[in-house]
C-alpha cells in the first residue's frame, strides 16, 4: 500500500512547480484577486488519518462546492420529492447556462448547476427566513466538518450580489415558470452567501467524510444520512459535479468530486476509503480547477482509487 502522507506532499511538490495553473475566475470581483499560486491539498482517511500539504489551512471561497451540503440538506427536508424540481442527468453545459432551461420548463437538469442549485436553495428556504436558512446552512456546514469555526466571506456575498446578473436571470425565469416558490431575492441572497462560505482543505475534507463513510462520521459515529443516501449524493457528483467537464473528470480522476469555480476548489470522495480536498484557484475552460484535478488524478492513481478499478 502506497505511503498516503508521501504521496500527498509529492504531488504538493509536483504542483508547486508547474506553470500551467490555468486562470483565475474574474466574474466574482471580490474573488479576482486570489492568489494563482496558491495550492493546498487534504486527505482524511475513515480510520481518522489526515495527510496534508502546502496551503490547506487556507480558506478559500468554496463557492459550488455548498451545493453538495444544500443537496444533502433539501434531501433530508422533503426526500425524493426533491426530484420534481430538480432532475438528476448531467447537462452537458456551463454552469451557469440558461438554454437548457427553457426546453425543460424550469425544472433544472440537476442540482449543481447554478439553476438547480439554486431550486434547491428555495427547498430549503421555504417556511424560513432567508436569515434562518443560512444559519441552519452554515450550522449543518459546522456539524459536518466538526468545526464551529466556519464562517460566511460577507465581501465576497456581496460582491455577488452586486454583479450576479445572469443568477438573477436564472431565478427570475424558473419563477416565471413558477418553479420558486419564494421571493426570487430571498433564494438568491441565500444562495449568494452559501456559496460564499469559506473553508480550508482540511476543513472541507473532514466536511466530506460522512459520503466517504456509509452517511456517517468516522470519528464520532454520527450519523448524517443513510448510507443509500450517501450513496445517492456519491452518484450524483460523479455524473454531474464538474458540469460539462464531468465525463472528462470521470475519465481522468475517477471519483465522484464536486469543483467551485470561484474559489477553485474540488471536494473528491473515494467512497469507503477517504474525503480528499484541494485547492488551485486557476480554472480550466470548463471553469473547474485545473491543478486540483491534475492533483486528483496523481492522488487516484498512485492510491488506487479511482472507482473503476487501477
Ligand atoms: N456562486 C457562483 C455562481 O453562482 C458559483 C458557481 C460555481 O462555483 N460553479 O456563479
Request: glycine share 10%.
Amino acid at each position: 500500500m502506497p505511503n498516503l502522507d508521501l504521496v500527498v506532499r509529492e504531488i504538493a511538490d509536483e504542483m508547486r512547480q508547474r506553470r500551467d495553473r490555468g486562470e483565475v475566475a474574474t466574474y466574482i470581483p471580490e474573488l479576482a484577486c486570489i492568489d494563482a499560486q496558491a495550492f493546498g491539498l487534504a486527505v482524511i482517511g475513515v480510520d481518522g488519518r489526515v495527510a496534508a500539504a502546502g496551503d490547506s489551512d487556507t480558506a478559500f471561497s468554496i463557492q459550488s462546492i455548498s451545493k453538495v451540503f444544500t443537496l444533502t440538506l433539501a434531501l433530508g427536508k422533503i426526500g425524493d420529492r426533491l426530484w420534481r424540481r430538480v432532475g438528476r442527468e448531467p447537462s452537458g453545459s456551463p454552469f451557469n447556462s440558461i438554454v437548457q432551461l427553457e426546453r425543460e420548463r424550469g425544472v433544472p437538469r440537476n442540482p449543481f448547476i447554478n439553476a438547480g442549485a439554486i431550486a434547491v436553495t428555495d427547498v430549503i428556504l421555504s417556511g424560513h427566513q432567508p436569515r434562518e436558512a443560512l444559519g441552519e446552512i452554515l450550522r449543518f456546514m459546522q456539524f459536518v466538518a466538526d468545526d464551529p469555526s466556519i464562517t460566511i466571506d460577507e465581501a465576497v456575498a456581496a460582491s455577488e450580489q452586486r454583479t450576479g446578473f445572469r443568477n438573477i436571470a436564472l431565478a427570475n425565469y424558473m419563477k416565471s415558470f413558477d418553479a420558486l416558490d419564494n421571493p426570487v431575492d430571498f433564494t438568491l441572497g441565500v444562495y449568494f452567501h452559501h456559496c460564499a462560505i469559506s473553508m480550508s482543505c482540511r476543513q472541507l475534507a473532514m466536511a466530506g467524510r460522512f459520503l466517504a463513510h456509509l452517511g456517517r462520521n468516522p470519528t464520532t459515529g454520527h450519523s448524517v444520512v443513510q448510507p443509500e443516501r450517501a450513496r445517492r449524493i456519491n452518484a450524483v457528483m460523479l455524473t454531474c459535479g464538474h458540469y460539462d467537464g464531468s465525463g472528462e473528470f470521470a475519465y481522468r480522476v475517477g471519483l465522484p468530486g464536486k469543483s467551485g469555480v470561484g474559489g477553485g476548489g474540488i471536494l473528491a470522495i473515494s467512497p469507503g476509503k477517504a474525503s480528499i480536498a484541494v485547492w488551485s484557484p486557476g480554472l480550466d475552460a470548463n471553469g473547474n480547477s485545473h491543478l486540483g484535478r491534475v492533483a486528483l488524478e496523481a492522488l487516484s492513481k498512485r492510491m488506487g482509487w479511482s472507482i473503476f478499478g487501477a
